[in-house]
């Protein structure tokens, strides 16, 4: 879906070229069995979102995967808009690495849009060969035309925060990105702007911290990721790491999407907090808090306070709006990013959560609800879970928004979503004012799905996004 030019590789030459391109038809995401009680793989469903189709929000496809329990989490591509002067290459393979197996599936779906079909599956041996890294996430295209991808640890569930590459052609294993024995300590979620020879990443946990659920105690024990590290991208070593004040567990990290940008966002899901990084003058990099979720104070949950609990965050192709979702809350929010040091609110809209009235957690001090928010019912299904993956749509006109965060922290925090499945919404964005309001006559209900409820995670379009795009 490349921009109208004689030459051109894949993507869109600008993040505001992006913003003319089509309208989403299909959407790619993974469902996941690991921890359902269902004995069946994780698949990859193709959903569609065109309003004048007949199939309009239906899953049109499903691809098994050849193995059992290997949890499915993020996908990226072969190649995107960081190989746009390149007119070889084109965005035709869809990478599916395993959270838990650390398998790499590579999807093809150049060939059929409507039924990918797998194209090569690689073993974990083969990354534990040539990288001694494990528990995969992360899958960004290089401008190289190499696949890079994030681990959380080692062969043996100790934390490991280094990165895989992968032959953009082949899919062949080539070794880490980072020298020997440079890996961070911890891993999650990274984002590179080579304009400013830096790349930056996450931590979450060691993959035996988080594996089996969340235990408070490894908080106070100090287990949880609490740092930003930033590498200097041409030379592949840590140069800085970041010590994030309220910010444990910093997940999802964004650049503006302008490339000559030297800031960003990260979203720090336990701390409830949203921190700004950016350059200094002298070159070095630092990090402020911009937003703070406040926690409520509760009576019938694991902990007397509940954190908003901030799991994905995305930012406009123009870098106005920042979004982002408070899975145990239940809320979406809008922010206005025009002065990035000073974010402002401009919608909110809650989708399910903890928090519900009539379920078993009662709030006893909020700091900023008047009263507890009404479950949601969207065409007759009351949704489990809260919001949590977002996608955007190109023209910033619609998000995408799936209920599921991780197959054993569902099970522990939103055990009805095991039974009833997660779900698909869409939300409509205001775009001049700013708001957001639900589309009620979309629902995608995975608790229907042929083998039994699924739980649907991450978003993809076939032609990129905001969230699999970086500009250079």
């Not at 996430?137 to 569930?157: N, P, Q, R």
Request: hydrophobic share 35%.
């Amino acid at each position: 879906m490349a921009t109208k030019c004689g030459n051109c590789g894949p993507g869109y030459s600008t993040p505001l070229e992006a913003m003319k391109g089509p309208r989403e038809e299909i959407v790619y995401l993974p469902c996941i069995y690991r921890n359902t009680g269902t004995e069946a793989p994780d698949y990859l469903a193709t959903v569609d979102v065109d309003p004048k189709s007949p199939q309009y929000c239906q899953v049109i496809h499903r691809l098994s995967m050849p193995n059992l329990k290997d949890e499915l989490h993020h996908s990226g591509w072969n190649t995107c808009s960081s190989c746009f002067s390149d007119s070889t290459k084109s965005r035709t393979k869809l990478v599916l690495p395993s959270f838990i197996s650390s398998r790499i599936y590579v999807v093809d779906v150049g060939s059929e849009p409507r039924a990918p079909k797998l194209h090569k599956v690689i073993e974990p041996k083969d990354i534990h060969a040539k990288c001694e890294l494990a528990f995969l996430h992360t899958s960004h295209c290089l401008a190289s035309g190499e696949v890079m991808i994030s681990s959380l640890g080692d062969l043996k569930g100790n934390g490991k925060g280094g990165f895989v590459l992968l032959d953009g052609e082949t899919f062949e294993v080539k070794g880490t990105w980072e020298r020997p024995g440079g890996a961070a300590p911890l891993g999650y979620d990274f984002w590179y702007q080579p304009r400013h020879n830096v790349m930056i990443s996450t931590e979450w946990a060691a993959p035996n911290v988080l594996r089996d659920g969340f235990n408070p105690a490894d908080v106070e024990a100090g287990l949880y990721g609490s740092h930003l590290h930033v590498w200097d991208w041409q030379r592949h070593e840590i140069v800085q790491t970041l010590s994030l004040k309220d910010g444990l567990i910093p997940l999802e990290i964004r650049f503006l999407h302008n490339p000559d940008a030297a800031q960003g966002f990260v979203g720090c899901a336990l701390s409830s907090t949203i921190q700004r990084f950016y350059k200094n003058e002298g070159g070095t990099w630092s990090v402020e808090k911009v937003i703070q979720v406040p926690p409520k104070k509760v009576k019938g949950w694991l902990l007397p306070e509940m954190p908003g609990l901030i799991t994905d965050i995305l930012l406009s192709l123009d870098d106005r709006f920042l979004y982002f979702s408070n899975w145990l809350h239940g809320d979406l929010r809008q922010y206005d990013i025009s002065d990035p040091q000073r974010p402002r609110l401009t919608g909110q809209l809650f989708l399910g959560g903890s928090i519900v009235k009539g379920g078993p957690v009662q709030v006893l001090e909020d700091q900023e609800l008047k009263s507890q928010p009404e479950p949601l019912v969207v065409k007759g299904k009351r949704v489990a879970g809260g919001p949590q993956m977002i996608q955007l749509s190109l023209d910033g006109k619609r998000l995408y928004v799936t209920t599921s965060l991780y197959s054993a922290w569902d099970k522990q925090f939103y055990p009805d979503l095991i039974r009833e499945g997660s779900v698909m919404l869409q939300v409509d964005v205001d775009t001049v004012k700013g708001g957001l309001k639900l589309n009620p006559n979309f629902l995608v209900d995975f608790g229907k799905e042929p083998l039994g409820p699924a739980l649907a995670h991450e978003l993809r379009y076939p032609g990129g996004d905001c969230s699999s795009d970086i500009w250079i």
